[in-house]
């Protein structure tokens, strides 16, 4: 896995990891595991991402997604924090587009555009064989440019 940081994307991710969500650093060829699950008790997908850097602690990158309805879901990660996303599909690519963020503190929802944090993400899921799909993920701000990214391959294991 490739991970990518501007400048600015590297002060906002630093007040991410409060909320345990994206990763502190950039590197190439970077080994990640990714698990996912669903329980009977919930409609939430969760996601357990492992990233691998040399000569440094496993980062843990955890989050549950949820419907929200009109083809949209939203990724949460701790303290209620989430980003909202419309899912599409490109010919066999499914693909995300950030909505704004959102916070939800009780039974308040705070609603934050994409614009006033990292910016506007996009990720695309796309097949490769059977067993192999590349991701790319992207967030580009209207003044700061590319803040964070990150791309690679991945094989599913049974």
């Known amino acids: 896995m490739k991970v990518e940081a501007s400048m600015v994307g590297k002060i ?25 699950w669903s329980r009977a008790d919930s409609a939430a997908m969760f996601w357990h991402r492992t990233f691998c850097y040399p000569g440094k602690q496993p980062v843990i990158f955890r989050s549950r997604m949820e419907y929200a309805g009109n083809n949209e879901i939203v990724e949460y990660v701790k303290y209620g924090l989430g980003i909202r996303m419309k899912l599409s599909t490109e010919g066999e690519t ?40 590349q991701v790319a993920f992207d967030i580009n701000h209207p003044l700061w440019g590319h803040t964070f990214g990150y791309s690679g391959q991945f094989k599913f294991r049974g």
């Open 94 to 133: 499914l693909r995300y587009d950030s909505l704004g963020y959102q916070w939800d503190l009780g039974p308040f929802t705070l609603r934050i555009p994409d614009w006033l944090l990292l910016g506007k993400a996009v990720i695309r899921e796309t097949p490769i064989s059977e067993q192999t799909f």
């Open 12 to 36: 906002f991710i630093t007040s991410c990891r409060l909320f345990e969500a994206l990763v502190p650093f950039t590197g190439h060829d970077i080994p990640v595991t990714v698990r996912n």
